[in-house]
Structures are given as C-alpha cells and as structure tokens.
C-alpha cells in the first residue's frame, strides 16, 4: 500500500484565495483525522472521521474552515478565504477504528502532510 | 478533556548514550492508550511505541522503552544507546479508546550528537 497520500505538498496563495487540500487514506481505515502543526501551537486536532462521519469538529477554528469525507477513500480540508495566520502543515492521518473489526491498535498512520502558505 | 504535557521542549544526547523524555497526561478516563510518535526532519510522523492503559506491563520496542505511571498519569520514553537518526521531534499522545480521539503534547526536540 501506498500509506496515506495527501496533496499538494506544498501551497503557496495569497490572502483571500479558497484553499482546497486533498487526503488518501489507506484502504481498509475507516478513521481520518486533520491534523494543522505550527511551531506555536503545535500538532492541533481539527477534526476526525470515523465510517465517514464528522465525529468532533471542535478544533475547526472558525466558518473559514470545512472537512468533507465523501467517501471512504477521499477526504478534503477547505479553508475559504484563506489568512495569513493559516500558514502551517496540515496533516492527515487514518486508521483502524474499532468499529473496522479485527485488531484495534490506535495507531494511526500520517501522510506526509501539505505545507501551506498564506502571502 | 484531555491534555498531555511534554515539559521538555529540547533535548540533547551524546550518541551511544540513554536519553528520557517525560510526558505526563490528564484524563477522567480508564480506557486509553498512549503513544510516542516521532517526527524527523523530514516531517513524516512514525509511531515509535504504544501502550495500553490497562496492561501494567512497561512497553518495549527494541532501544525503545516506556516507563508508565497510571496512578501519576505520567509516561515517558527511554532511548537506549542513541543513535544520529533518533535526531527529530518526539511527541507523546493520548487516545481515549472509546472516543479514537488522539491529543499529542508540543513535543520534545532530541538532538543525538555525535
């Protein structure tokens, strides 16, 4: 398998502009997670899936800011318009939740995130 | 909520030698696990180790080792024989097993000098 593939890996935009970041997790978890890492705050949680539904949206910082997972295979992060304070690494990350049956680990699996920056 | 606090924000080590990195966690609950995952400059997150909340034995992988409190709510790594590529960020995570919610610390950066 692949692991987990997000994309673009790096995005450069200006301020205003609608930012779209795509994630693949790996076939068979049917947990996701967005993940933002700045070097202020560190890895923030802002939203997790299981089975494709938004299960806590509580780290989505504000309306700019929307998680979509249509389907098992396909997550997107959108951030409309963007900021300049939203420059950071975004990460995402899946894995084997408990309702996936076989063995629950907890381990989740990271992609190699999408570093976004806001002029 | 829960929250997980690393108090060391770096680290260093000379290589061959052992290094621990401290964590310590609050939680209402009983049913968790705990996690370090590593993070090196190449920004790629790996999980180094985990531990289940209600096995009392002490986690092992290879160089790497846990020391977990429950009653202290504290869970720190112990890096044997350092190595140049243990150099990255480390972070300690907590996952309430009920919710699959995972909340990391800041982290603690390792620099392994040679």
């Known amino acids: 398998d692949a692991g987990v593939i997000q994309s673009p890996r790096h995005e450069v935009t200006e301020m205003g502009q609608e930012v779209t970041l795509r994630c693949k997790p790996i076939?068979?978890?049917?947990?996701l997670f967005w993940y933002r890492q700045t070097m202020m705050r560190g890895l923030e949680l802002l939203i997790y899936f299981n089975n494709n539904v938004p299960i806590d949206d509580s780290g989505m910082p504000e309306d700019r800011f929307s998680a979509k997972m249509p389907n098992a295979s396909f997550s997107t992060l959108k951030i409309q318009p963007s900021e300049p304070r939203d420059s950071a690494v975004y990460f995402c990350?899946?894995?084997?939740?408990?309702?996936?049956?076989?063995?629950?680990?907890?381990?989740?699996?990271f992609g190699e995130g999408s570093r976004l920056t806001v002029l | 909520a829960q929250t997980v606090t690393q108090s060391q924000p770096e680290m260093s080590v000379q290589e061959a030698e052992t290094v621990t990195l401290s964590c310590t966690y609050d939680?209402?609950?009983?049913?968790?696990?705990l996690f370090w995952y590593k993070q090196p400059p190449s920004r790629q997150m790996i999980l180094v180790i985990r531990?289940?909340?209600?096995?009392?034995q002490n986690a092992t992988e290879n160089r790497f080792s846990v020391n977990f409190q429950k009653a202290a709510k504290s869970f720190s790594l112990k890096i044997s024989d350092s190595q140049l590529g243990d150099t990255a960020m480390y972070f300690c995570?907590?996952?309430?097993?009920?919710?699959?919610?995972?909340?990391f610390g800041k982290g603690t950066k390792l620099t392994v000098n040679p």
């Open positions: 076939s068979g978890h049917n947990s």
């Open positions: 995570a907590f996952m309430n097993r009920l919710s699959e919610k995972l909340v």
């Open positions: 531990q289940e909340a209600y096995k009392q």
């Open positions: 990350a899946g894995g084997q939740g408990a309702l996936a049956g076989g063995p629950h680990t907890g381990e989740l699996f």
């Open positions: 939680t209402s609950e009983s049913n968790y696990y």
